[in-house]
């Protein structure tokens, strides 16, 4: 079972978010080219490319860390080390706090680049790249969190010591409260959208809403970090 939800929540989920996001961005692209907007060029076709590539990196992260964790997803699932059975509901709160930073991440890219799909596209590539980018954090703070707890799970499959329950439940805490603090790209991306100017004052104001955002996702980040230390 345990191998089963990580599967859903490392790879599937961010798949068909990244999915989603590209068909609600191939809709925007047929609507400009519905008002006689010129989006048929090399160029145009090769920064939706740009951003297939890095929308698609929390799943390429989920196919990793599916496979880097599969080790202790099947001893968990053969009970064969009642030690790392205990740390089952970690691991699954870890899994979710990936699924719920790779979501946050591509809606907000996707956000960005689909509300500016027409600067994107054309001279303000050089801006709304930058904005569409900075949501990526939320899933490499995911990764690295996750590939802490799984050295701690090999060390215990190597038979260390396994934390107390009132550490463990401290950690699934962090990690809780990292998933929330994800959610905050979306709604900054959305508020930063709502500045159409890109110029050099509007460009700033824009990405200093989209940084806002992070600040939830460090919050997060420290508190599941520090949680993850006194395991």
Same mark, same amino acid.
Not at 21 to 37: P, Q, T, V
């Given at each position: 079972m345990a191998g089963l939800e990580a599967l859903i929540l490392l790879v599937i989920v961010p798949a068909v978010a990244w999915m989603?996001?590209?068909?609600?961005?191939?809709?925007?692209?047929?609507?400009?080219?519905?008002?006689?907007?010129?989006?048929t060029q090399g160029t145009s076709r090769g920064r939706i490319l740009v951003f297939l590539g890095y929308s698609g990196t929390p799943v390429v992260f989920g196919i990793i860390s599916?496979? #880097?964790a599969r080790p202790a997803l099947d001893a968990s699932d !053969?009970?064969?080390? @009642? *030690?790392?059975?205990? #740390?089952?509901?970690?691991?699954?709160?870890?899994?979710? !706090?990936?699924?719920? @930073? *790779?979501?946050?991440?591509?809606a907000a890219q996707a956000g960005i680049v689909r509300s500016r799909l027409w600067a994107f596209l054309g001279s303000g590539f050089g801006r709304v790249l930058p904005l569409s980018v900075v949501p990526t954090t939320a899933v490499v703070f995911a990764l690295v969190l996750l590939l802490f707890l799984l050295g701690y799970t090999d060390s215990v499959r190597a038979g260390g010591p396994v934390a107390s329950d009132s550490v463990l439940s401290g950690a699934i805490g962090s990690f809780q409260a990292f998933a929330v603090g994800t959610v905050?790209?979306?709604?900054?991306?959305?508020?930063?959208?709502?500045?159409?100017?890109?110029?050099?004052?509007?460009?700033?104001?824009?990405?200093?809403?989209?940084?806002?955002?992070?600040?939830?996702?460090?919050?997060?980040?420290?508190?599941?970090?520090?949680?993850?230390s006194s395991l």
């Open positions: 989603t996001a590209l068909f609600l961005l191939r809709s925007a692209h047929e609507k400009l080219a519905r008002e006689g907007l010129d989006v599916y496979v #880097l !053969a009970i064969a080390n @009642a *030690s790392v059975v205990r #740390l089952e509901p970690l691991l699954l709160w870890a899994t979710f !706090a990936f699924s719920v @930073a *790779s979501c946050s991440t591509i905050a790209f979306p709604i900054a991306a959305g508020f930063s959208n709502r500045i159409r100017d890109l110029s050099q004052r509007g460009f700033t104001r824009a990405l200093l809403i989209v940084e806002i955002g992070e600040l939830p996702v460090l919050v997060g980040l420290v508190q599941a970090f520090l949680a993850l």
